[in-house]
């Protein structure tokens, strides 16, 4: 056991990873403290809770970081299925970017041994082309979140060798799980309705995802795990999938059955483009895949 009992304090802990990590450290008898906007309640039996209120450079956060020895950053301002911000770069970047290292400063100077931060695998870019992405890649982000999690990881660099502080960086892709969120929820739902899919004919495709349980298992290695400081890791559940095995996969663990149509790929990405869903149109068409060798072979991790 490491100094400060172990003790990890998960923020985003409401959130859909946040919460799996918190559930997973308690299962295991870690001390676990959650970082919440406002605690709804309903927490494993030991877990303490932590009210900061918002995500920003202004969050205070001594109170929970008081006696800690691991943070796990999960908090994040995510995609917007329907942006409304004027600004949305201006406004992740509050939220990813100047928060994670307001905590990370605050973190060093109550001198927390570790840092995780989850980014996403959006720092890469959006698509591959027939060469998955390795952590050692050129980052390209290709959205606004993106690049505020890729301005947080450049800023959270500049802090650990500021400071006695290890950083460990990981980027998921989508997230997959019951009650999944975002674009995957989106689909769950129009299973769920019985709706008709136009995708029958998207079978071409290779998207990585990640489970919750899996990316939160890579997160508790990562607490202690002496290689892990400093680095960069990928992680996938090692299996793509096209777009519609992953419809197929999903219906039949909701007991439905998916009714796909057999339209036309491209006529479905021009459809897309053409209302302004271009992030939909690359996950739904587009290959996204990860070679997470660097994960494996230094963590002796297994997707």
């Known amino acids: 056991m490491t100094h400060r009992d172990g003790r ?8 859909y990873l946040g919460g799996e990590v918190v559930r997973l450290l308690a299962q295991q ?4 403290r959650a970082a919440v906007r406002q605690d ?7 877990v303490e809770v932590a009210p900061v209120g ?6 205070d956060w001594s109170k ?7 943070v796990v950053h999960c908090a994040a301002r995510a995609h917007v299925l ?3 911000a004027q600004d949305p770069l201006a406004t992740f970047r509050r939220a990813n970017t100047e928060g ?14 570790r840092l995780i931060f989850i980014s996403t695998i959006g720092v890469n870019g959006g698509e591959t082309h027939g060469v998955p992405f390795t952590a050692a890649d050129r980052p390209q982000p290709h959205s606004p979140y993106a690049v505020s999690k890729h301005e947080a990881e450049l800023g959270l660099a500049e802090i650990a060798r500021a400071h006695d502080l290890e950083v460990v960086i990981i980027r998921p892709p989508l997230i997959t799980g019951p009650d999944a969120k975002g674009n995957l929820g989106t689909l769950a739902r129009w299973i769920e309705r019985g709706l008709p899919l136009p995708f029958g004919l998207v079978t071409g495709n290779r998207r990585d995802l990640v489970s919750r349980d899996r990316l939160a298992a890579l997160i508790s290695i990562c607490l202690d795990h002496q290689a892990a400081a400093g680095q960069t890791f990928l992680v996938s559940d090692g299996a793509p999938v096209s777009t519609r095995q992953l419809l197929l996969d999903m219906a039949a663990a909701m007991g439905r059955k998916a009714r796909l149509l057999p339209a036309p790929p491209a006529l479905l990405g021009l459809a897309l483009s053409l209302v302004g869903r271009k992030t939909m149109r690359s ?18 991790w297994r997707p």
Not at 54 to 59: F, H, I, R, V, W
């Open 29 to 32: 008898g870690r001390p676990v």
């Open 40 to 46: 709804p309640g309903g927490w494993p039996a030991g």
């Open 100 to 113: 994670a290292l307001t905590l990370a400063r605050q973190a060093a100077a109550a001198g927390i041994r």
């Open 82 to 84: 329907r942006e409304t």
């Open 64 to 70: 929970a970081l008081d006696q800690v020895d691991v």
């Open 283 to 300: 996950q739904l068409l587009g290959d996204l895949e990860i070679d997470v060798t660097h994960t494996r072979d230094t963590l002796g």
């Open 54 to 59: 918002d995500l920003g450079p202004e969050t």
């Open 8 to 15: 990890v304090l998960v923020t985003g802990a409401t959130g």
